[in-house]
């Protein structure tokens, strides 16, 4: 998937200002709408159009695409970071129709995620005022025990002379333990004002973990890639095992002689009822990097009578 300057797109520079944007599109639209075009490549330069005014019009989408930063190219190829989208706080929904009448480029940057995180459509103009909506990562840890975090959020609005900024804030937020990825946590009040006597709006946070060295999570269930000596998967042992609540003793079956399986009922993300966490056995192989580690595998090739290719007929 190839990366779209929109502002190349558009003809104006990273700084400019919404009336200016407007103002380019539509001197472009006009020489660029398949209608009155005798342009070659009309039809898709206008749809290309089309698809930067979507995200440069709209100061919430405009900051997000912003975030990428300067340095992508147009046609470069280019995948969404992990973390995109998080920290970013929407006052709105998707406005423009479906993500999909744009480019594969558009989709993976403001499709069904990015729609999710925004909480659906405007509310329009209402007494109560609007509700915010934004995703944040947090610590896999935090899931098993809660937790108070500081969390910061950059909320995109227009200043004075018609120009994207963002505004931070940092908001104290309690964790509760059991939280689970997707889950959504209400600051009560902590949206966009309220007209006259009307409530303020409340602010949604959307939960992502961080990315963790050990583990990864899915839904309730965690799982742990764990290494073992061969003489502790053939003979047996116990050895320690880490978990994100603390590290635990873990008995290997004498005899395994494969990666296997083992699970740990209910020390996954706690709930009702917890999740597993599930220990992915993989056997590893000391280095023979010295000459009493050769001498040893020379010995071993010499006594033990092992073919790990006997089942495969060779």
Known sequence: MDFKDY?????????????????????????????????????ARFKDLGEAYAVLK??????????????????QEFRPPPDWG??????????????????DFFDSLFGQDFQSAMGGQRAGMHAHGEDHHAKVLIDLEDAYRGASRGIS?????????????????TLNVKI?????????????????????????GDLYLEIEFKPHKLFRVEGRDVYLELPVAPWEAALGATVKAPTPDGAVDLKIPAGTTRPRKLRLKGRGIPGKPPGDLFVEVVITLPPGDSD???????????????????KLGV
């Open 176 to 200: 509760p333990k059991g939280v689970k990825q997707g889950q959504r946590i209400r600051l009560a009040g902590q949206g966009s004002p309220g007209m006259g006597q009307g409530k303020a």
């Open 153 to 169: 959020l950059s909320a995109p609005e227009l200043n004075g002379s018609g120009h994207v900024i963002t505004r931070q804030r």
């Open 58 to 75: 709209d100061p919430e989408k405009r900051a997000a695409y912003d975030q990428l930063g300067a340095d992508w190219k147009a046609g």
């Open 86 to 103: 998080t920290g970013f706080e929407f006052s709105g929904g998707f406005r423009d129709g479906d993500a999909s009448a744009y480019s």
């Open 292 to 310: 009493a580690s050769k001498q040893l595998y020379e010995t071993m090739q010499r006594d033990l009578s092992y073919n790990p290719r006997s």
């Open 7 to 43: 502002y190349d797109i558009m003809g104006v520079k990273r700084d400019a200002s919404q009336d200016e944007i407007k103002r380019a599109y539509r001197k472009l639209a006009r020489k660029y709408h398949p209608d009155v075009s005798k342009e070659a490549d009309a039809e």
